[in-house]
């Protein structure tokens, strides 16, 4: 497993982790979230720092960078999902259940949501509380708030 440590001057640093070929993580920066096995290598990961630098300053709404979703059936289907939510638009968790194949499994959608190994590229910050409030996100509130601002999205 390939890593490296990218500082977005945006919402600080984010630690990107993959193969070679997948983005498989993509997570804020946690001191002990490194495996002493992986390898460090920021060549590894040009395409996706240059995405995101063009996403964090508005130029990009839709990644290409190849991904390795992982987790159970449900959260892949979570996953899915949130990649089908548009830039600059929100949906509630109960949406997220619905598009996920189970309206009523709005809690455990949520819980997917928080698990979001691959952050901003599966834009797990799109969704917010049937109140129209922000909900949580593991990244902090204010990244949360950051990320929707610069998509254009105003939250009462």
């Not at 987790?71 to 939510?85: C, E, M, R, W």
């Not at 709005?106 to 599966?122: L, T, V």
């Not at 409030?133 to 939250?155: A, D, T």
Request: charged share 20%; aromatic share 14%; net charge positive.
């Amino acid at each position: 497993m390939f890593y490296t440590i990218y500082d977005t001057n945006f919402i600080g640093k984010v630690i990107l982790y993959g193969d070679g070929t997948f983005l498989y993580g993509l997570e804020f920066y946690k001191e002990d979230f490194i495996q002493p096995q992986w390898i460090e290598n920021k060549d590894k990961f040009n395409k996706v720092i240059i995405e995101l630098e063009l996403y964090f300053v508005g130029k990009l709404q839709n990644f290409s960078i190849p991904l390795k979703i992982k987790g159970s059936k449900f959260q892949q289907q979570v996953y899915n999902a949130l990649l089908q939510i548009p830039y600059g638009k929100t949906i509630s968790y109960k949406e997220l259940a619905k598009n996920s194949g189970n309206q009523k499994a709005y809690r455990a959608a949520g819980n997917a949501n928080g698990k979001n190994h691959i952050a901003i590229i599966i834009p797990c910050h799109r969704v917010i509380a049937s109140d129209g409030s922000i909900g949580g996100y593991s990244g902090g509130l204010f990244i949360k708030r950051k990320l929707l601002k610069l998509e254009g999205v105003c939250l009462v």
